[in-house]
Nanobody
Framework: QVQLVESGGDLVQPGGSLRLSCAAS????????MSWYRQAPGKERELVAS????????HVANTVKGRFTISRDNAKNTVYLQMNSLTPEDTAVYYC?????????WGQGTQVTVSS
């Protein structure tokens, strides 16, 4: 079955950096686009970044443009989110997502807290 396992979340000070990882299994990872979303307390889940199967096209939300980078390693079935210059507004649970065979799959999420 499809599994997405996020890791790398932590408590970090403003201005700091984190790299999130999402390890995927149960589907042909190299053939599917992947995305990162986040959900802050009391807010709706929002798209942060997405990447096509071949890494040719990457999209990041305007709120994180210039600070966050999405990448993937198809040999490792893993997608990454490099987050720099973090602010308290980036505090959220971060999820990876794949749409596979008409279904949407989410990981369990990883908590990122930006605070001094």
């Amino acid at each position: 079955q499809v599994q997405l396992v996020e890791s790398g979340g932590d408590l970090v000070q403003p201005g700091g950096s984190l790299r999130l990882s999402c390890a995927a299994s149960g589907f042909p990872f190299s053939m599917y686009d992947m995305s990162w979303y986040r959900q802050a307390p009391g807010k709706e889940r929002e798209l942060v970044a997405s990447i096509t199967s071949d890494s040719a096209t990457r999209h990041v939300a305007n709120t994180v443009k210039g600070r966050f980078t999405i990448s993937r390693d198809n040999a490792k079935n893993t997608v990454y989110l490099q987050m720099n210059s973090l602010t308290p507004e980036d505090t959220a649970v971060y999820y990876c997502k794949v749409d596979y065979r008409t279904r949407r799959y989410w990981g369990q999420g990883t908590q990122v807290t930006v605070s001094s």
